[in-house]
């Protein structure tokens, strides 16, 4: 582990002075080290934030996370640290313990003996998956957050960005466009509720512990938004067959309901969709060259087309 004063990277100097801000540590002699490198692919960790477990004499470890510098263009600190505040209220995440919106970073209790960090796989076990559903099913049932999430609003807003920057879009990308205006169209006619959310469904913030216990983790995109959306993601990471979500779909809703399973797959589309694009400017604009920001990009925009090809894709939208 480095002590304060060591640092050698941009990344080690923000983490410095994160620690240096957060009055808890103030006179200890603290130390830190990185808890995983920042990869997209084949796993999707420590790209947005990088994480860092810290020591401080007197002081139970902590975990540290810093809102990477090339990522404040796409994610809202002070949002992120409100639905960490609501995940932890609710128990449906970490216990937060200090953040500061100004440095885009957060510090959090450490996870005890036994937690681990999910994987793929782990999510096609049906009590993991089940675990993973309830804990945000609690988010969903707390304090209503300032801030809304709304996917559509962000993958335009990313396209035109992208746009902007110069970056190499797919000759198809105005029917992917298309298809996701029908999605935002068939959600406004059927209507949602609206509750706060995680909005990621990212496998590796999913955390599991002793006994079956499941948190999640890693709030960027937290907002206000239909709580299905949270079904979907995680689902769409997880699953990509309909005879393999309906056990889930139940289990979230007590019953079997098609017009959920169809709604799963529509949010699929614009969560993959907002990704791509996220992943297509970051793999031009950012300077970690090393991160397969395009190799992501490409991943979640075959994942996009295969939905939006499927012939029954319109008629699920009827049905929403």
């Not at 209503?144 to 000759?171: C, N, T, Y």
Request: with cysteine; aromatic share 8%; hydrophobic share 45%.
């Amino acid at each position: 582990m480095k002590h304060l004063g060591q640092a050698e990277t941009a990344d080690e100097c923000a983490a410095e002075a994160a620690i240096e801000a957060n009055p808890a540590w103030s006179g200890l002699n603290a130390r830190y080290a990185l808890v995983c490198p920042d990869v997209v692919s084949p796993v999707h960790r420590g790209v947005e934030s990088a994480v860092w477990r810290v020591e401080a004499d007197g002081a139970p470890p902590t975990v540290l996370k810093v809102l990477r510098e090339d990522m404040r263009p796409y994610f809202d600190p002070a949002a992120a640290i409100a639905g960490a505040e609501r995940a932890a209220e609710t128990g449906a995440g970490p216990q937060l313990l200090w953040a500061d919106a100004g440095l885009g970073t957060a510090t959090f209790a450490l996870l005890g003996e036994g937690w681990r960090t999910a994987t793929m796989a782990d999510l096609q076990d049906d009590q993991v998956m089940a675990g993973a559903l309830d804990a945000a099913q609690r988010l969903h049932d707390g304090r209503p957050l300032a801030h809304r999430f709304d996917v559509f609003a962000e993958a335009r807003d990313l396209a035109a960005r992208a746009r902007g920057a110069g970056v190499d879009l797919p000759a198809d990308l105005w029917w992917l466009e298309v298809a996701l205006g029908d999605v935002e169209a068939a959600v406004a006619a059927a209507g949602a509720d609206s509750a706060p959310c995680r909005n990621d469904g990212v496998s590796s913030n999913v955390m599991i512990g002793p006994d079956g216990a499941v948190l999640l983790v890693d709030y960027d995109r937290a907002g206000m938004n239909d709580p299905v959306y949270d079904l979907a993601v995680l689902l769409t990471e997880a699953h990509p067959f309909d005879s393999a979500r309906a056990p889930a779909v139940e289990h979230w809703c007590g019953r079997a309901d098609p017009a959920t399973l169809d709604r799963v797959t529509a949010y699929g589309v614009a969560d993959d969709l907002m990704w791509a694009l996220w992943a297509a400017l970051a793999a031009r604009q950012s300077p970690r060259t090393y991160v397969e920001f395009r190799k992501y990009s490409e991943w979640r925009l075959l994942r996009c087309r295969m939905a939006v090809g499927d012939p029954r894709f319109e008629e699920r939208l009827r049905r929403l």
